[in-house]
């Protein structure tokens, strides 16, 4: 039997916003250790994995291992119907083929439950070695989404350049090209205001916009997001989930575009 | 001839806001007593009784009875126009094929006339007998149009089932299925978050979430709803209209869809 | 060689909102004295003459007088991506074939630089004769915007009929007509909340609802607008853009249509 007590149900739905326009079904696993889910986004391109810790939430049963196959889309118009300060449950029983959604409101006037059909869905899980980035970019995750949606505008695809200074992201369309910088920056009055880099060596690296805009969907999730950068490794893109977990996000670099982006 | 002068013309924004999809074309009737309309939607499954009483208005001059057949798209574009502070005044002659609506703005610096084509509608005037309801369930209109919202995302018809303890809102559909239960609760801040229910005896209705989600649209009108329901009887949901009158839609039940969304 | 930087940068985003609909390609004109565009719409009936003067500017560098063919929607594009805050420099050398926009974030962390290719656009420059109109009105540019927007969901011209009491605006269309009348009004807290109309010789003139809708989208530019007018003359409807100097809208009067809208 699964029973998992989030008191900060509004984390869920922002989950699910965040990952459901890239991953149509996915398996969520559920163990004593945590929630969490890893899937590839449908053209089979990009990586989520997503970590809900048991710790994070207010009362956690899971008797054994139990993968769950959902459509995210469905799940998401379940979810949507919790208000933001309800109390969600998920409930499950082992060996069964729905998942229920329990949803409370905060005065305990209203209670919902929302039963949803499982799917069996072929999945492998990918181990995911953990690697020493070159180079590590945090900075303020609106305006990283600021940034991908901007570009996005002029071009395809966009060259993320680290080095000491800062960070550049650049692209090149029909109508022009553009640079934006945004530099090092510790001295700021909140720290998820700062832009910090650490650096082993400088890294460039060139993405599709297309992908870099799904991931920052995830924005409202965290007021930082941060960017890990190796050469000739998919990139990072990772939002924290408050002390419980995260989203991340993994895409491999384009290789032939690099270099005709800066030609 | 006829006047009528309404200081909050909002109201009568409102009120079109609250009908409009539902109906296209119907006579307001005009008397002594008030202003009134009674129509079927236009596939004739739902009925709109609305009435503004003639003490409502700062000024009410109808010399003699006036049917004023109206398309209500058209009447809806000429209120927008009204601002919301505007003062609305509705004026017709007798024997006249036009109605002009007159806005005034609060410092009366800007006063519009939109004068409107009358049409001859043919309709005829239902007696809606006076009936002992065995349920009637008050609560806040926003959570009402929240709850038939949510559900119309999973099914396309709604349970509603009234008991002392409180009323549960049930649907069914391909992706799974959902309970909103509200219970009965009087003890908050202001009179209009109660949920209160009177029950004769439980009753248990369907209806089509289509027509809920129609008459939601009065939620502006009225910070609450009054769902009066009996066994074989049209469920009658009605919003105040402040002081003045109300709007009350009547849906006769799915005799036959009841059970399948139980089974 | 060019370099104007503007400290008010949303001023110039502003202007590209309230033009990029009308105009399409336009050549932006640059001398010593200022940063200016004239342009007839896609369809060669409204003309619209833009003025921002060198000492609006910051910093104004301008060798020789420069004229750059852009496209609106693709330099619209390009200034969504500078924050409503940023500083703008517009660059460009001396027979190049781009021009580059620089935004700078206002603590200098985010600089970013948009080259755009520029165009060759023929255009004749027309001499617009200083004219003493017969009726100026001036009134708030949102209340303008507000009475073109209803009238056009009644009828598609207006006519604007300016007497010392106040000022007309009247339509008509198939389901109706409509006329708001603004009245004089110079008791106001604000300035720019008054309705001041001067007068030679009363004036009435037809015009398409349709431009003028467009010439409002440079309300976010002032808070008033002012509308000169004179016999068989085309109107002006002006936008001051703060101390900088103004956008004009020039369109002629509907002749024929004058006399069937009053009839």
């Known amino acids: 039997m699964l029973e998992l007590r989030l008191l900060q149900g509004s984390l869920l739905k922002k989950v699910l916003e965040a990952i459901k326009d890239l991953v149509t079904d996915a398996n969520f696993d559920c163990s004593a250790t945590g929630f969490s889910l890893q899937a590839m986004d449908s053209s089979h391109v990009a ?13 956690y049963r ?21 208000g933001n300060d ?8 082992d060996g069964g083929d729905t998942v229920t959604f329990m949803f409370e409101s905060p005065n305990q006037d209203k209670i919902s439950d929302f039963e949803m059909k499982l799917m069996d869905i072929d999945s492998e899980h990918l181990g995911i070695p953990e690697t020493e980035y070159e180079a590590i970019i945090r900075m303020p995750s609106q305006e990283f989404a600021r940034i991908c949606r ?16 800062g960070v550049k992201f650049s692209t090149k369309g029909d109508i022009g090209s553009a640079n934006v910088v945004c ?12 832009t910090v880099i650490e650096i082993q060596q400088p890294v460039s690296l060139t993405f599709a916009l297309r ?3 799904s991931f920052t969907k995830a924005t409202p999730l965290s007021n930082t997001v941060t960017v890990s ?15 419980m977990g995260y989203i991340r996000f993994y895409l491999a670099p384009k290789i032939e575009e690099d270099e005709e982006v800066n030609s």
Chains 1, 2, 3 share one sequence.
């Open 183 to 194: 530099r090092q920056n510790t001295s700021v009055d909140k720290p998820e205001d700062a």
């Open 211 to 213: 992908y870099m805009n």
């Open 62 to 82: 899971c008797d054994r291992n139990l993968s769950m196959g959902m459509n995210l889309n469905n799940m998401s118009k379940m979810l949507k119907c919790a």
């Open 229 to 243: 950068m190796s050469n000739e490794l998919p990139v990072v893109v990772e939002y924290k989930i408050a002390e």
């Open 47 to 59: 990586l989520v994995a997503l970590l809900l810790r048991a710790e994070g939430f207010e009362h």
């Open 86 to 93: 309800d109390i969600i449950t998920i409930k499950a029983d």
């Open 150 to 165: 901007d570009l996005s505008t002029i071009g395809d695809t966009v060259v993320i350049s680290a080095s000491k200074e």
